[in-house]
C-alpha cells in the first residue's frame, strides 16, 4: 500500500515507523516540502509563520532514540507546530504576531512545550495568528497578524473566513501542513477556526492544560488545547499536554482529575444511551442550510442511540462583559516582565507607543482595544464593574447555564451548533468535529459541551459521532 501522508493520522504514522517504512526526519522532510508547496506558493495559505531551524535534527535523534528501543510515548517522533503565542525556548521567535515582538525570545519553554519535549513530539514551528490574540482592534480580520500578514482558509481562499485567532494552527493541519497542532483560546478561538476548516478542535477545562509561558488576554479564560484532523489525534495531543503546574495555580485543581488514558474513551458506540440536549439559544444566527445540517446531525445521532432532548435556550453569555478588557493589561504586562529585559517592550503601553512609531506596518487596523485597556483599566482589578462582571459570568454559564442544564435534564453533553462562548466563560471543555458543507463548500462544525473535566465524556461522544457522520473532506489545494 505505501504511506500516504495527506490525511495521516498518529497511528498510522506510528504504523510506518515501526514497520521501518517511514522515519519522523523523512515525516518531518514531507510536511517541510508541502508547506513549501502550498503554504508559501500556490494557494499561498500563509498560516506557518516561521520553521523550527533544529527540527531535522530533533527528528533524526528521536529516530535513533526509537532504534535503540526507547519509545517516550504517542507523539515520539510526530510533528506538532504551536500558535506563536506560545514560548519555546529555542531558536524560534514568540511574539504573537506582533512586531513589537518580532525579536522576542522566550527565556523558557511554555510548560505545555515541556511537556510536548518530554513525549518526543518534534515542534517543527510557530503557526501565525490574530494579533495578540485577536484582542487589538475592534475591525481586525481572523487570522491577520502585522507580523505575519493574512491566514487564508484552504476551503476557498479569501471566500471563506479562515475563523480565529488559532488560525495558523487550524489551517496547517486542515491542509496536512502538520501532524496536529496546539492552539489557544479565550472566547471561541479554538472552536471557531477549527469549525470554519473543518477539523476537531478541543476546548479543554480551564486548568487541564498549564497556561505558564503563553502570551495572555485573561486569566481567567484563557487555556491552550489541541487542533487534530480526527478525535482520536485530538485526544492524543490533548494527554500530552495536561499536567500539574507548580507555577500554574489554574492547574492545582485538576490533580486527580487529570486522564490517565483519553484514548480509552474512543468508543464507536459511544453515543448509545448519551442523553444529549440541543442549544437553541443562538439558532437565528444560522443559514438554512446550516439549519439543515444541524437536523441532519441531530438524526443522526438518534440513529446512534441519543437520547435527544429538545430543545434549551443558552444564548451568548458575555456580549456585554469587561472581564477581557480589564485583564489584558495586567495579564499582558505580567508575561512581558518575564521577557529579555533588552526587548524594547516591557509593557501595554510599550506596545502602543512601538505600534505608533511604526504605524504604517503596525497599523493596519487600528490597536482600539490596545488603548482601551491602557487608559480605561488600572490593571489592579479592583474595579466594581471588573468585579461583577466576573462573577455574573461564572453565575450565569455555571450555575444558570450548563450546570444547571445538566442537572435538570440528566444529561451527557450539550449540542452546540457552531460556535458559542458559553465554554470559555465558563472555563468548561467542549469539543468541535465537522459536520458537513453548505453547497458553496464553507465547512461547518458542531460543538459537544460538558461541566468541568467532563472531557472524557465528550471525547467518547465526539468520537462516536464522527465515526458516525465522517464529515471531513481535505481541502483542494492548488
Not at 20 to 34: A, N
Not at 337 to 345: F, I, N, S, T, W
Not at 392 to 403: A, K, L, M
Not at 440 to 467: C, H, M, N
Amino acid at each position: 500500500m505505501g504511506f500516504h501522508l495527506q490525511e495521516a493520522t498518529i497511528q498510522e504514522i506510528r504504523q510506518a515507523f515501526a514497520s521501518g517504512e517511514l522515519t519522523s526526519r523523512r515525516l518531518t522532510l514531507m510536511y517541510l516540502e508541502r508547506i513549501a508547496e502550498f503554504d508559501k506558493a500556490g494557494s499561498s495559505l500563509n498560516s506557518v509563520l516561521e520553521l523550527n531551524p533544529d527540527a531535522l535534527y530533533i527528528a533524526e535523534a528521536l529516530d535513533l532514540e526509537r532504534a535503540e528501543g526507547r519509545i517516550r510515548g504517542p507523539l515520539h517522533g510526530i510533528p506538532v507546530l504551536l500558535k506563536d503565542n506560545i514560548n519555546t525556548a529555542d531558536k524560534m521567535h514568540t511574539s504573537a504576531g506582533t512586531l513589537a515582538l518580532a525579536d522576542s525570545f522566550a527565556p523558557e519553554d511554555a510548560f505545555l512545550v515541556k511537556r510536548l519535549r518530554e513525549q518526543g513530539a518534534v515542534i517543527i514551528g510557530k503557526a501565525n495568528m490574530t494579533e495578540l490574540a485577536n484582542f487589538m482592534s475592534d475591525v481586525m480580520p481572523s487570522g491577520y497578524s502585522s507580523r505575519g500578514g493574512q491566514v487564508l482558509n484552504p476551503y476557498g481562499p479569501g471566500k471563506f473566513d479562515p475563523g480565529g485567532s488559532s488560525t495558523g494552527s487550524a489551517v496547517a493541519v486542515a491542509a496536512n501542513l502538520c501532524t496536529v497542532a496546539v492552539g489557544t483560546e479565550t472566547s471561541g478561538s479554538i472552536l471557531d477556526p477549527a469549525c470554519c476548516n473543518s477539523i476537531v478542535g478541543i476546548k479543554p477545562t480551564l486548568g487541564l492544560i498549564s497556561r505558564t509561558g503563553i502570551c495572555p488576554i485573561t486569566y481567567t479564560q484563557d487555556t491552550a488545547g489541541p487542533l487534530a484532523r480526527t478525535v482520536e489525534d485530538a485526544a492524543i495531543l490533548l494527554e500530552a499536554m495536561t499536567g500539574i503546574d507548580p507555577e500554574d495555580p489554574a492547574t492545582w485543581a485538576s490533580r486527580g482529575r487529570e486522564p490517565s488514558d483519553y484514548r480509552s474513551c474512543l468508543d464507536p458506540s459511544g453515543l448509545a444511551g448519551a442523553r444529549i440536549c440541543i442549544n437553541r439559544g443562538y439558532e437565528e444566527e444560522f443559514t438554512a442550510e446550516e439549519k439543515a445540517l444541524i437536523d441532519q446531525c441531530i438524526r443522526r445521532m438518534e440513529e446512534a442511540g441519543a437520547e435527544i432532548v429538545e430543545h434549551i435556550d443558552l444564548p451568548h453569555i458575555a456580549d456585554h462583559s469587561c472581564v477581557l478588557l480589564y485583564e489584558f493589561k495586567s495579564a499582558l504586562n505580567r508575561y512581558l516582565a518575564a521577557l529579555d529585559p533588552r526587548l524594547p517592550v516591557k509593557s501595554l503601553r510599550d506596545i502602543i507607543e512601538f505600534n505608533n512609531y511604526h504605524a504604517e506596518e503596525a497599523l493596519k487596523y487600528g490597536q482600539s482595544l490596545l488603548l482601551r485597556a491602557e487608559h480605561d483599566t488600572s490593571g489592579t482589578l479592583t474595579e466594581a464593574q471588573y468585579i461583577r462582571d466576573r462573577l455574573q459570568d461564572w453565575r450565569r454559564s455555571r450555575e444558570e447555564g450548563i450546570d444547571r442544564l445538566l442537572q435538570e435534564y440528566s444529561l451527557d453533553a450539550l449540542f452546540c451548533p457552531g460556535v458559542t462562548d458559553s465554554p470559555a466563560v465558563s472555563g468548561y471543555p467542549s469539543i468541535i468535529v465537522p459536520a458537513g458543507f453548505t453547497e458553496t463548500g464553507k465547512p461547518f462544525g458542531v460543538a459537544f459541551t460538558g461541566t468541568a473535566y467532563s472531557e472524557s465524556t465528550l471525547i467518547r461522544i465526539a468520537y462516536s459521532f464522527e465515526q458516525r457522520v465522517n464529515a471531513r473532506i481535505p481541502p483542494i489545494l492548488e
